[in-house]
């Protein structure tokens, strides 16, 4: 069945593409100068295809074909996607997530967000932002769980109306990891010392090659407590679990038919059954247009060190994170 909409996006394409290949006949057939008629005719075609390209943009944007916009969270969470110019990028970064889900959100025919979720976790503070960008949507929200969904990512999932997954899907991981390199003993064996010039007792606590004494490492694990309880109850806020609930899952990860079970997933199915279920409740037939970031090389150029990393990890599911040098937190 033909919609209005529908009608409305190809008139708009007929008549862009229209005006630009009688635009283009004016300037370059009836006038050519020292072009030649073939010439003439081949720069129309181009301009008619230009014309039709841009006039597509336009009726998508004035008469939008889909209902849903869907945004994927893939691989470790980073701000700037991991990548600098030499290394291999990870996955968009926050930032880049976090713009596609705000373009949603100010699309016209972004009726519902459909939040693709396959990721061991990543740095705290971007986590966090990408959730509040999905509270922040104004409609329905569905975080879908395909591979894993642990710690970060599920952090991200509580900032959905609804989180659905796989029954062979690994998800939770609600803890924290705090962790260093300690390098002493190889400095010692190499003939290093380590030497700093400091201001504030603690200013250098976790640095690889000094020995952590007592006071530090309660400091540190001071820092992992405080990330732990936030992340507590974020969850419980964003899941309507009670916190005690969480904390006796002790940071463990479950695959989707047990974490159904112990209410950290909504429900179970395919892309299919999420769709079904947007469906439901968009009371429509759902149309899926997949945002992806705009981002270019700048935002490739701006990846490169991060010198500590406060992250959300994935505890078990590590094995699927990247490595982090130096001194981290991770959930």
Same mark, same amino acid.
């Given at each position: 069945?033909?919609?209005?909409?529908?009608?409305?996006?190809?008139?708009?394409?007929?008549?862009?593409?229209?005006?630009?290949?009688?635009?283009?006949? /004016? *300037?370059?057939?009836?006038?050519?100068?020292?072009?030649?008629?073939?010439?003439?005719?081949?720069? %129309?075609? /181009?301009?008619?295809?230009? #014309?039709?390209?841009?006039?597509?943009?336009?009726?998508?944007?004035?008469?939008?074909?889909?209902? /849903?916009?869907?945004?994927?969270?893939?691989?470790?969470?980073?701000?700037?996607?991991? #990548?600098?110019?030499?290394?291999?990028?990870?996955? $968009?970064?926050?930032?880049?997530?976090? =713009?596609?889900?705000?373009?949603?959100?100010?699309?016209?025919?972004?009726?519902?967000?459909?939040?693709?979720?396959?990721?061991?976790?990543?740095?705290?503070? $971007?986590?966090?932002?990408?959730?509040?960008?999905?509270?922040?949507?104004?409609?329905?929200?569905?975080?879908?769980?395909?591979?894993?969904?642990?710690?970060?990512?599920?952090? !991200?999932?509580?900032?959905?109306? =609804?989180?659905?997954?796989?029954?062979?899907?690994?998800?939770?991981?609600?803890? %924290?990891?705090?962790?260093?390199?300690?390098?002493?003993?190889?400095?010692?064996?190499?003939?290093?010392?380590?030497?700093?010039?400091?201001?504030?007792?603690?200013?250098?606590?976790?640095? $690889?090659?000094?020995?952590?004494?007592?006071?530090?490492?309660?400091?540190?694990?001071? !820092?992992?407590?405080?990330?732990? &309880?936030?992340? %507590?109850?974020?969850?419980?806020?964003?899941?309507?679990?009670?916190?005690?609930? !969480?904390?006796?899952?002790?940071? +463990? *990860?479950?695959?989707?038919?047990?974490?159904?079970?112990?209410?950290?997933? &909504?429900?179970?199915?395919? +892309?299919?059954?999420?769709?079904?279920?947007?469906?439901?409740?968009?009371?429509?037939?759902?149309?899926?247009?997949?945002?992806?970031?705009?981002?270019?090389?700048?935002?490739?150029?701006?990846? #490169?060190?991060?010198? /500590?990393?406060?992250?959300?990890?994935?505890?078990?599911?590590?094995?699927?994170?990247?490595? *982090?040098?130096?001194?981290?937190?991770?959930?």
């Amino acid at each position: 069945m033909v919609d209005g909409d529908s009608v409305v996006r190809l008139g708009i394409v007929l008549v862009g593409s229209l005006v630009a290949v009688a635009a283009a006949a /004016v *300037v370059f057939v009836r006038f050519p100068a020292d072009l030649t008629d073939l010439l003439g005719v081949l720069l %129309v075609l /181009v301009a008619g295809l230009a #014309g039709a390209r841009i006039a597509s943009k336009v009726a998508g944007s004035v008469a939008p074909s889909h209902n /849903v916009a869907e945004v994927a969270v893939e691989g470790p969470i980073t701000r700037d996607g991991g #990548g600098g110019l030499a290394s291999a990028p990870t996955g $968009p970064g926050a930032d880049d997530i976090v =713009e596609q889900i705000e373009r949603a959100d100010d699309d016209r025919g972004a009726d519902a967000l459909l939040l693709k979720l396959n990721t061991p976790g990543g740095q705290i503070v $971007p986590s966090e932002d990408i959730r509040l960008a999905a509270e922040a949507f104004d409609g329905p929200t569905i975080g879908y769980a395909t591979d894993v969904c642990a710690s970060g990512g599920y952090d !991200i999932a509580a900032g959905c109306d =609804e989180l659905w997954a796989r029954e062979g899907s690994i998800v939770g991981s609600i803890g %924290v990891i705090g962790s260093r390199v300690n390098a002493n003993e190889l400095a010692d064996r190499i003939g290093l010392s380590y030497e700093q010039f400091t201001a504030g007792e603690y200013k250098d606590a976790g640095t $690889p090659l000094k020995q952590l004494d007592e006071e530090e490492r309660e400091y540190l694990q001071r !820092i992992v407590d405080d990330y732990y &309880d936030q992340f %507590v109850e974020t969850v419980a806020d964003g899941r309507e679990l009670d916190e005690e609930t !969480i904390r006796d899952t002790e940071a +463990r *990860v479950f695959l989707g038919t047990e974490a159904h079970e112990r209410g950290l997933v &909504d429900a179970l199915g395919t +892309r299919e059954d999420v769709e079904d279920r947007l469906e439901d409740t968009l009371n429509e037939p759902v149309t899926v247009a997949e945002f992806e970031p705009q981002s270019g090389l700048m935002s490739k150029v701006r990846g #490169g060190a991060q010198a /500590v990393a406060f992250s959300l990890g994935a505890g078990v599911a590590s094995a699927f994170d990247g490595d *982090v040098d130096g001194l981290s937190f991770r959930r």
